[in-house]
């Protein structure tokens, strides 16, 4: 998000037993679990309760369920379907008008009514505020909201847009109430009113208390009288600890790979169930097209015949991840297999040596690996030394890995100090375009001085310009192929999602999905 530049969702144990769902599913939670108050725990910060800020994973955790969208997206579904709207279509052919009806009776937490004016009103904020920290970059091609009457709204693009639904389906999309916020700056007094199914309650540095909307009206189905969220801070020990003593009903976010593969395997009687589910996010390595060294294609591509995915979710994340051969996860639209066909899955030393040699190169390469672990979590840097330790292997580099804090990180990639150094990503929502345009398109959030006009000129905006997303496949092909061949960027895994609930609690499976939407409604307990 973006990058959310946030810890990532640390992958789940692969391969558990769907039978490890049977606590926790929903078809067992109407015998008790309505009616009760569910603690989630999570290691991630919330660092905004105002739409206009929030970029982060926390933040959007509480948009998703303190805020309504014109549009959201249901448990498992990949597109977005109506929320605060009635409906929502393009009225045009070029993807670049889009009219929604709202709901009728819609209103805010504090009772006002929800109308047209306040979505308006919203985009308008944000856009205007255009906080450095705030989701205002998603929406470059809007150029105007107008509002005819109290329950429609129509967006004027500067361009085709077909990606835009999923956009105002997100986070980014949350519509606050006008007289409760201010046009021109951002609310921080912790506070919220939004028109979701929760309403927050308390907010501070320990917690956050969520109640049930009763002015609500949209699709979510609550079934608990409410939830608290208490915050660790990225003490991911304190986090395994309260799961363990049922200080908390869920963990969700930040255990580590080796805590969650200790849970799986232990039966130490603590009455504890891991739950997984599917996400689409990404780590990969970066390549600054301009050093002297990650420049050359060469040093490229030694090192993607030499990157040994399964040796580092093997033996850094404990089985806990996917390899990654692509720039688009497995399981959105448009995926191919472009870097397994291009490059193998297996280590080849002779087609490394090849590249180098090609390329004029016949010494060893000298490379630094960057890292940043208090964003990306404590593995990063393992996972960076273990890829270190692939490429020495080899005898035809000699690389070493650097940490540094994420202040430092950023400033030093806009710089162009770094010729290689790890990026990760948690999508906006589950389209190929996220993946993307993102990275590949004008002002690409990765700092890596690549551009590709075919990318840019052509692909990015003929898929753009397409509703049936389904239509884009062939386009998205194209463009993994162009990026498997020059290499700006290396894939290394996917996650998966995952959370430890108690026994008893029901529904934690419809909450991790590639939506990336963790829906408090769902959740239940026994009494």
């Known amino acids: 998000m973006n990058i959310r530049n946030q810890w990532p969702v640390l992958p789940i144990v692969a391969g558990l037993a769907s039978g490890l769902l049977t606590g926790c599913g929903t078809e067992s939670g109407d015998s008790g679990g ?18 206009a800020s929030g970029y982060d994973p926390g933040s959007w955790l509480l948009f998703n369920n303190v805020f309504q969208s014109l549009l959201s997206f249901p448990k498992g579904a990949t597109e977005p379907q109506p929320e605060a709207a009635e409906s929502c279509a393009f009225t045009d052919t070029q993807s670049s008008v889009y009219r929604c009806t709202l709901k009728d ?51 004027h693009l500067n361009t085709s847009d077909a990606t835009f639904p999923s956009k105002i389906a997100s986070g980014a999309g949350s519509i606050v109430n006008h007289d409760e916020y201010d046009a021109g700056k951002l609310r921080k007094d912790g506070e919220a009113v939004g028109s979701g199914p929760y309403k927050l309650d308390s907010f501070d540095e320990g917690q956050a208390v969520f109640s049930v909307n009763e002015n609500y009206k949209g699709t979510a189905k609550v079934s608990n009288t409410g939830v608290t969220l208490k915050f660790f801070d990225g003490d991911q020990a304190a986090l395994k600890q309260a799961i363990q003593k049922e200080e908390v009903d869920i963990a969700y976010r930040g255990l580590t790979a080796g805590d969650i593969a200790d849970m799986e395997k232990a039966d130490d009687g603590t009455g504890t169930e891991v739950v997984e589910g599917s996400s689409a996010e990404v780590q990969h390595l970066v390549f600054n097209m301009d050093d002297p060294v990650a420049g050359k294609l060469g040093v490229r591509k030694a090192i993607a015949h030499l990157l040994d995915r399964e040796a580092l979710i093997r033996d850094v994340y404990q089985g806990t991840a996917s390899p990654l051969y692509s720039i688009i996860p497995a399981g959105v639209a448009g995926h191919n297999t472009a870097f397994f066909d291009t490059y193998g899955a297996r280590p080849s030393r002779s087609k490394a040596a090849d590249a180098l040699r090609a390329d004029g190169i016949t010494g060893k390469v000298k490379l630094t690996l960057w890292s940043t672990p208090s964003r990306y979590g404590p593995a990063t840097d393992q996972e960076l030394t273990a890829i270190a330790g ?41 389209d190929a375009d996220n993946f993307t345009a993102p990275f590949f398109g004008k002002g690409n959030v990765l700092g890596n001085n690549y551009e590709n006009d075919a990318i840019t000129g052509s692909l990015i905006p003929s898929t753009a310009a397409l509703t049936n997303r389904a239509a884009t496949d062939k386009e998205f092909g194209e463009l993994q192929d162009i990026v498997a061949d020059e290499l700006p960027v290396l894939p290394v895994w996917q996650a998966k999602q995952y959370a430890v609930a108690r026994e008893g609690v029901y529904g934690l499976e419809y909450c991790l999905d590639a939506s990336t939407v963790f829906r408090f409604w769902e959740l239940s307990k026994d009494a």
Not at 35 to 48: E, F, K, T, Y
Not at 129 to 137: E, L
Not at 143 to 152: H, K, N
Not at 400 to 416: L, R
């Open 390 to 430: 692939q490429l020495n292997a080899s005898g035809l580099f000699d690389a070493d890995v650097k940490s540094v804090s994420f202040a430092q990180y950023e400033k030093d990639i806009a710089a162009g100090k770094y010729g290689v150094y790890v990026k990760g990503w948690v999508p906006d929502y589950p």
């Open 34 to 51: 309505e009616g009760s108050n569910v603690v989630v725990g999570m290691s991630d910060d919330v660092l905004a309760t105002d739409p």
């Open 105 to 155: 009776g819609l209103k805010f937490s504090n009772g006002d009514a929800l109308t047209s004016e306040d979505v308006k009103f919203s985009f308008e904020r944000m856009l205007k505020i255009n906080d450095p920290d705030g989701p205002a970059i998603m929406f470059p091609t809007l150029d105007e909201v107008e509002t005819p009457d109290e329950t429609t709204v129509v967006f």
